[in-house]
């Protein structure tokens, strides 16, 4: 069995540490690798990568139909931000005067069993300034959060719901709204807010929605539907997703990656197909046109790090069949694209039984693709990676 085993440099070494060399200590030259995901599995990852490089990027997908997210998507006919909202705050720096207050404030909820009436209470003292939580925050960003909360304010209506809201979507939303619906303006300033040493971007700016197709023949439409998380998880496998105009009737659609995305993704250093939610973070990321030729051009290492936890939309897959799955997106035979020029390897934790990875290998070998076995889980967690570890492998192949 093929292992990179020895080539990997623990995140947890001394002074000569795994990236050292490429940026002499200064992450703000560090490398850019890209990854593809969005949500909270690589949260914790993403946490750490600041320590590393400020030039990370972070494509994600703006398909989703559920949370508080929903609620906005509905009121103004967006797309879904919270993904991106996820991944900002992640990635912002901490050391930053003010973000110590400004941060916990974007990353805030809304209470779930307030009355109407106490919330838009709440939301007018944060408007106004008077609310305690803005003392620490500095006076321009007390005067953009007003700006862009006002504006969703006044153009959600009286019936919307904000029992759960995040506050950082609704800045986002109000932000959107007041750059004339430019969602890369309104994730730029942000990203500029909160100083993000990362490069985050929707994968397009589409108001689309995800649907999926079940083994059974079933069509499932929207992605809240099918992420076991507000209603229950599907009965039998995904065969695949699309891109839909609604979650109320079938009616598929083609959308385009986002060019400057594309550009990203032909020029990044190294490509992470990420952990997270398999079809609505990784999958849905490759469904935009352009996309996957992009990621054929580059010839940096495309690493795929699947899930180790329960993920309920890879409900009766194998590893091996989400390897399959996962290249009928990135080279269809229809497209003309070699296995090679999308995907390298499938790095698995060692906590994996034996059985499963010799599975997972006589897969991979049919297509030439290469299967490493890491240390890289929690060995408290093995539903979990240790995020140290993968990122010291995922520095080692840079």
Known sequence: MSSIYSDVVSSSSPAGEAGSSITGNRPAAGPAPLFFSGGSALHGLSQLLPTRTHRSIHLVTTFDSGGSSAELRQALGMPAIGDLRQRLLALADRSVEGNDALLPLLAYRFDHWASRFVLEKELDNLISGVDSRLTSVPSSHQQWLSRCLAS?????????????????????????LLNDCDLHRAIDEFRRAVHTRGEVHAIASSSAHLAARLQNGEMV??????????????????VEVFLNASVHEYSPLTVAADPYCCELAKTADMICYAPGSFFSSLCANLLPSGIADAIAENPCSKIYVPNLGRDPEQFGLSLPELVTVLLDYLAPERSG??????????????????????????????????????????????????????????????
């Open 337 to 398: 694209r070699a296995v090679s020029s999308v995907l390298d390897a499938v790095w698995v934790a060692d906590t994996l039984p034996a059985q499963s990875l010799m599975d997972v290998e006589k897969t991979l070998a049919a297509f030439g693709v290469e299967l490493s076995v890491l240390p890289i889980g929690d060995i408290d967690d093995p539903s979990r990676y240790d995020n140290e570890e993968l990122l010291g492998a995922l520095w080692s192949v840079l």
């Open 221 to 238: 439409l929207g992605q809240h539907r099918f992420t076991g998380k507000e209603y229950a998880g599907v009965e039998a496998p995904i």
């Open 152 to 176: 969703v304010r006044d153009a959600v209506g009286a019936s919307f719901d904000w029992r759960n809201a995040s506050l950082g979507n609704l800045v986002i939303a109000g932000s959107y």
